[in-house]
């Protein structure tokens, strides 16, 4: 019980210390030439210690030329940066200006007491710092330190003058206070970030988790497939062969595409699941053949879409390359249903050694939903990945947004 009771005291006086500073707003940081960034605040609390001991020196001068008794020069010279430093300190080191005012002030009252002519003996320079050290030590202390602080601020002052015990223990204790309740929201501000951040990346492994048992599905849906088509073949070639050395060899022929296009589509897959950062859409079924069922919807939905689509395309591409050109304009064609309504979008697909998408959207013609999580493009550039492809999605001039996609046909029909 003792221990607990001397322990915030000792924490004030020698064994504490205070919080690091905040980080600074860049409205409080000013650039200068020859001199770089300079903190406004700092430097506020610098001038007001400069201001500080220029008026307290000048109104000891004042009264050791007008009182009874004189002191020497440098003893004034001391008063007055005993005042005026812990001002300079408290941003930086706001315990350690406060200790440096207690040190001080029997010296700083003595000097007053000597030459000066005021009652209670509390210089202004003194009213002015001690609250301003007072409410540093509360912003930035544990609050044991700041209850200490006080207490000690209330011995000290009943100590020196009883009378103006009511006057400083109010300034002291609405220092002490708005400074604590500086603190405790700045924590509870910073607590609330650090929840959001938790969350934000909570959200992101869920994601992950969901996305890879997407993959797990693609693998079951279209290497599977593979896997039994194999299976079965391996079984009827010998049967249909019949002895024929020609028709054995087209068997196993067949058999070893097959095989190929399996291992690429496994190898594939495979490959997000090792990244760590893996995040496709990959929910099997269509491809491109189905491209017109998804324009029928977008224009049902009010947009007016525009296909250029050339002859020959769709029959030799392998599944892996329709399916992600298939959910990359899903995807491309829902965003502008959320963002653009009524827009008018241009779905260009073209061939030569890889397939390329691009679908284009003008602003829309009423406004857009609020701004999603990017999930989505995230989704469609993964899936691009998975290929080996890429995918560039960005706003263009006028207010519209182009989602450019290349997706590479020679990798998902053979193994590397």
Not at 44 to 58: D, F, K, P, Q
Not at 60 to 72: A, F, P, Q
Request: charged share 20%.
């Amino acid at each position: 019980m003792f221990s607990a009771v001397v322990r915030p005291f000792a924490l004030a006086l020698f064994q504490g210390d205070a919080d690091p500073p905040p980080p600074r707003s860049q409205r409080l940081r000013l650039r200068l030439p020859l001199v770089g960034v300079v903190d406004l605040a700092q430097a506020a609390g610098i001038v007001l210690a400069l201001i500080l001991y220029g008026t307290t020196l000048s109104q000891l001068m004042d009264w050791n030329v007008t009182g009874t008794r004189r002191m020497s020069e440098p003893l004034l010279y001391l008063t007055a940066a005993a005042i005026s430093v812990p001002v300079a300190l408290r941003d930086r080191w706001p315990l350690a200006a406060w200790r440096a005012t207690m040190v001080m002030l029997p010296v700083v009252l003595w000097v007053t007491r000597a030459v000066g002519t005021s009652d209670p003996p509390y210089m202004l320079g003194l009213a002015v710092m001690y609250p301003l050290v007072a409410y540093s030590v509360a912003v930035r202390c544990d609050r044991r330190i700041t209850v200490a602080v006080w207490v000690i601020s209330f011995l000290t002052a009943w100590i020196i003058d009883p009378d103006s015990l009511y006057l400083v223990t109010i300034m002291v204790t609405v220092a002490a206070l708005y400074g604590y309740n500086v603190r405790v929201r700045r924590n509870a501000t910073a607590r609330l970030a650090e929840e959001e951040r938790r969350s934000r990346l909570a959200e992101g492994a869920q994601a992950v988790l969901e996305e890879r048992a997407r993959i797990a599905r693609e693998l079951h849906d279209v290497v599977a497939h593979h896997m039994s088509v194999i299976a079965i073949q391996a079984e009827a070639v010998p049967l249909k062969a019949a002895g024929d050395p020609a028709r054995l060899e087209a068997g196993l022929a067949e058999i070893r595409s097959l095989s190929l296009e399996a291992i690429a589509e496994l190898r594939q897959v495979l490959g997000v699941l090792r990244d760590q950062d893996g995040r496709t859409d990959t929910a099997p079924q269509p491809g491109l053949d189905r491209l017109d069922d998804l324009v029928s919807n977008a224009r049902a939905a009010g947009l007016t879409v525009g296909v250029e689509l050339p002859d020959q395309l769709l029959g030799a591409l392998p599944p892996a390359v329709g399916l992600s050109a298939y959910r990359i304009v899903q995807e491309s064609l829902s965003n502008a249903m959320r963002h653009a309504p009524g827009t008018t979008v241009t779905v260009v697909v073209a061939r030569d050694d890889a397939l390329r998408l691009h679908v284009t959207n003008g602003p829309g013609a009423t406004p857009g939903g609020p701004e999603g999580t990017g999930q989505g493009l995230v989704g469609m550039r993964e899936r691009a990945a998975l290929l080996g492809g890429t995918l560039e999605a960005r706003p263009i001039e006028g207010g519209g947004f182009q989602v450019s996609a290349t997706l590479p046909i020679a990798g998902a029909e053979e193994t590397a």
